[in-house]
């Protein structure tokens, strides 16, 4: 693309960075109250920012920072997940609970997350009459959602949750591995480093 064969600029094997690089996408969701902020195949982001740190834990925490998203330092965390991903969902749990979060799930999640003697309360889904999730959002109850779903109608069920979550600014993932990420960066500390362009071009 340069013109020159990799040799000619000096690069004879292949460069592998010290540090971690996120690349993290920023998303509008906020001005448009009401919609759905699950993604799909169509493009939604209005720009993109990237995390540097010294593990993946402190880049993904300055991906999410630099695209306005504050992640909780504590609270109340809730879990609702598909049953695929409830042996992760328990591994989590626990590592928000050393982090001092209180654990709250629906009924399929909290039995998987008690079985592990991990301390955990249970939420109506909306379905299930209320109080239910959705008011409990609204309540302020929880600091972090982590809710996973499979198939069209849980698709479309759980819709109320993550327009809710939006709009009372609660943090939230969709997905497991997110949900994994999002753990390992709570566990960084609150003071980051900073890495100059010029450090890192050295």
Sequence with gaps: MAGR????????GEIVPKQFYVKEAVFPFVKFPGVDTLLGPEMKSTGEVMGVGNTFGEAYAKANEGGSVLLPRGGRALLSVREADR???????RQLHELGFQISATRGTCRSISAAGIECGIVNKVKEGRPHIVDMIKNGDFSLIINTTEGKQAIIDSASIRSTALQHKVSYTTTISGAEATVLALQQPDELNVHSLQELHR
């Design 5 to 12: 064969s990799l040799k000619d600029q000096g690069v004879d």
């Design 87 to 93: 042996q992760r969902a328990v591994d989590i749990a």
